[in-house]
């Protein structure tokens, strides 16, 4: 078992922990959105006949989700971290959906997850009560199969658009986003405006991006990038990027771009990133010595997340309603790589032999 497998479960605490923390502010009204195993009963006003809408089988857990959820739905953007099997449908060498990807999954087949069990937004499902959110590419796109949230990530993506582009097709953050939008528009269709509003503002957007920036383009240098960018600046760039999506931009030509904000998310979990100067490929290219992570990379990484915890915190102040929660994967991947007897003997001995 590979490290990149074992690593996705042991950060989901810190996940976890942060948006839970914050679960009273998640929690939505149960006047507003009731519901059952079978059917979401949406209500509008008090008084008012609800309108009912039926809720497909979808792939779920072995254990039943909890009831009532926190939120009424889970919605995810992201790379090959979170992607769920949007990939399966493109073309690119990026795909999990061939062994030994799955093996521990609860179906113990390879379903797109590039991970040999369940990823972090699957235990995070869980956790909030809701069942696994399926990928926006493998769904027929009936407001049943969406109503409790879509998972949008696809491997190679990056803030980037061309991040990752040597491996093939891939969704980029800006395709996600438009993905996204379409889907709120059928909800609008469906339910009505102020009730698809009150849904999608009560979610949860889980957002983990921004690793393949580093990976297939900066230090892959990429158009002669590090030329072009000193790393200060080229992180600069990525969490702007990241900070138009989500509140947008005042100038007039992007003065009718939809941004997350615009579309009522509220609700939003922004992963940092892992410490990528540790991962063996680096260790070998940088001729590491006894197996220290190379400082130069992770410092890179150390200053994106630097400036998206104080994006957040900043987006908190200025957007009212906001509820934007940084998520610190560096410092969690860096306690389990140093203190790793703490976590169990397969990953003890994983470690060990990096």
């Given at each position: 078992?590979?490290?990149?497998?074992?690593?996705?479960?042991?950060?989901?605490?810190?996940?976890?922990?942060s948006?839970?923390?914050?679960?009273?502010?998640?929690?939505?009204?149960?006047?507003?959105?009731?519901?059952?195993?079978?059917?979401?009963?949406?209500?509008?006003?008090?008084?008012?006949?609800?309108q009912?809408?039926?809720?497909?089988?979808?792939?779920?857990?072995?254990?039943?989700?909890?009831?009532?959820?926190?939120?009424?739905?889970?919605?995810?953007?992201?790379?090959?971290?979170?992607?769920c099997?949007n990939?399966?449908?493109?073309?690119?060498?990026?795909?999990?959906?061939?062994?030994?990807?799955?093996?521990?999954?609860?179906?113990?087949?390879?379903?797109?997850?590039?991970?040999?069990?369940?990823?972090?937004?699957?235990?995070?499902?869980?956790?909030?009560?809701l069942?696994?959110?399926?990928?926006?590419?493998?769904?027929?796109?009936?407001?049943?199969?969406?109503?409790?949230?879509?998972?949008?990530?696809?491997?190679?993506?990056?803030?980037?658009?061309?991040?990752?582009?040597?491996?093939?097709?891939?969704?980029?953050?800006?395709?996600?986003?438009?993905?996204?939008?379409?889907?709120?528009?059928?909800?609008?269709?469906?339910?009505?405006?102020?009730?698809?509003?009150?849904?999608?503002?009560?979610s949860?957007?889980?957002?983990?991006?921004?690793i393949?920036?580093?990976?297939?383009?900066?230090?892959?240098?990429?158009?002669?990038?590090?030329?072009?960018?000193?790393?200060?600046?080229?992180?600069?760039?990525?969490?702007?990027?990241?900070?138009?999506e989500?509140?947008?931009?005042?100038?007039?030509?992007?003065?009718?771009?939809?941004?997350?904000?615009?579309?009522?998310?509220?609700?939003?979990?922004?992963?940092?990133?892992?410490?990528?100067?540790?991962?063996?490929?680096?260790?070998?290219?940088?001729?590491?010595?006894?197996?220290?992570?190379?400082?130069?990379i992770n410092?890179?990484?150390l200053?994106?997340?630097?400036?998206?915890?104080?994006?957040?915190?900043?987006?908190?102040?200025?957007?009212?309603?906001?509820?934007?929660?940084?998520?610190?994967?560096?410092?969690?991947?860096?306690?389990?790589?140093?203190?790793?007897?703490?976590?169990?003997?397969?990953?003890?001995?994983i470690?060990?032999?990096?």
């Amino acid at each position: 078992m590979s490290i990149n497998l074992v690593l996705p479960f042991l950060l989901l605490s810190v996940a976890t922990s942060s948006i839970i923390s914050q679960s009273k502010a998640l929690r939505f009204p149960t006047e507003i959105y009731n519901f059952s195993s079978n059917n979401i009963t949406v209500i509008a006003n008090p008084g008012t006949p609800p309108q009912s809408v039926p809720v497909s089988p979808s792939p779920s857990p072995t254990e039943p989700p909890i009831s009532p959820p926190m939120v009424p739905a889970l919605f995810v953007i992201g790379d090959s971290s979170v992607d769920c099997g949007n990939n399966n449908y493109l073309g690119t060498f990026a795909r999990a959906d061939h062994p030994p990807y799955g093996r521990d999954f609860d179906t113990h087949r390879p379903t797109g997850r590039f991970c040999n069990g369940r990823i972090p937004v699957d235990y995070l499902a869980l956790r909030l009560g809701l069942p696994f959110v399926p990928s926006y590419l493998g769904q027929a796109g009936r407001i049943e199969d969406m109503v409790r949230g879509v998972n949008y990530a696809s491997a190679g993506a990056g803030i980037i658009f061309s991040s990752g582009s040597e491996l093939g097709q891939h969704i980029s953050f800006t395709q996600q986003i438009q993905q996204f939008t379409d889907t709120i528009q059928q909800f609008i269709l469906s339910m009505g405006e102020d009730r698809a509003n009150e849904l999608i503002s009560n979610s949860v957007l889980y957002v983990s991006i921004g690793i393949n920036d580093y990976i297939h383009y900066y230090l892959f240098n990429v158009s002669n990038v590090q030329n072009l960018y000193l790393p200060w600046s080229f992180n600069q760039f990525l969490a702007s990027t990241m900070r138009q999506e989500i509140k947008g931009v005042a100038d007039l030509e992007n003065l009718m771009k939809q941004n997350l904000y615009n579309l009522n998310v509220r609700r939003v979990v922004v992963m940092g990133l892992a410490p990528i100067g540790c991962a063996p490929h680096y260790l070998w290219q940088f001729n590491s010595t006894n197996g220290e992570c190379v400082k130069e990379i992770n410092d890179m990484i150390l200053e994106f997340n630097f400036l998206m915890r104080f994006m957040t915190v900043d987006l908190n102040h200025e957007l009212p309603d906001a509820n934007i929660i940084f998520c610190d994967v560096f410092e969690g991947s860096m306690d389990i790589i140093k203190n790793h007897e703490r976590y169990g003997k397969i990953v003890s001995s994983i470690l060990s032999d990096i």
